[in-house]
């Protein structure tokens, strides 16, 4: 099971928005609307942010959105803060009854 | 609250076995499957196993199927990992993690570190 592919590097300026790619295929991403997102800062273990594509967990921040379109998954971060600055993964469930990580994303907050 | 704490990590030989545990506390275990999860040093994240609440159904990633064995004890709020036939790609942080919301984890423990060196 290949990894899902997400851009290695997204940055953007206090404020701004910015949105994170995750491309997989037919077999995951595309195959079901069972892909989550999380936020993983330094030292530290992820942070479930959106689950089933566009779900927020309670106590996660309505900045944070996810969208899909065909085998593509999107994570929106709006407003953009300091605190932001993190790596995040996207991960989809697969026709294996497996999950799959994507390659991870390091956001900058210039 | 809900906690997570794995143990067991450490130095191993290439070839060698370790066996990680994760106690868990602050929600009914047996309701709910669970995933291991690793990361290597500066590298993202890779789902490896999950094991499923009763039914005790396992699931391996083929990069350690085989090798990782996935097991649970819902009397002792347990999740253990067997690794066996250990490798240098093998070293990594590993973590345990709730299943939930279709997600591979909803809380994470704080990870345990294996090194696989001679």
């Known amino acids: 099971q290949s990894a899902l592919t997400q851009p290695a590097s997204v940055s953007g300026s206090p404020g701004q928005s910015i949105t994170i790619s995750c491309t997989g295929s037919s077999s995951d991403v595309g195959g079901y609307n069972y892909v989550s997102w999380y936020q993983q800062h330094p030292g530290k273990a992820p942070k479930l942010m959106i689950y089933d594509v566009n779900n927020r967990p309670s106590g996660v921040s309505n900045r944070f959105s996810g969208s899909k379109s065909g085998n593509t998954a999107s994570l929106t971060i709006s407003g953009l803060q300091p605190e932001d600055e993190a790596g995040y993964y996207c991960?989809?469930?697969?026709?294996?009854?497996?999950?799959?990580f994507g390659t991870g994303t390091k956001v900058t907050v210039l | 609250q809900v906690q997570l704490v794995e143990s067991g990590g450490g130095l191993v030989k290439p070839g060698g076995s370790l066996r990680l545990s994760c106690a868990v506390s602050?929600?009914?275990?047996?309701?709910?499957?669970m995933s291991w999860i690793r990361q290597a040093p500066g590298k993202g994240l890779e789902w490896l196993s999950y094991i499923t609440h009763s039914v005790i159904t396992t699931y391996y990633a083929d990069s350690v199927k085989g090798r990782f064995t996935v097991s649970r004890d819902n009397a002792k709020n347990s999740l253990f990992l067997q690794m066996n036939s250990l490798r240098a790609e093998d070293t990594a942080v590993y973590y345990c993690?709730?299943?939930?919301?279709?997600?591979?984890?909803?809380?994470w423990g704080q990870g345990t570190l294996v090194t696989v060196s001679s």
């Open positions: 993690a709730r299943v939930e919301y279709d997600a591979p984890g909803d809380y």
């Open positions: 991960s989809s469930y697969t026709s294996r009854s497996t999950f799959v």
């Open positions: 602050g929600f009914t275990f047996s309701d709910y499957d």
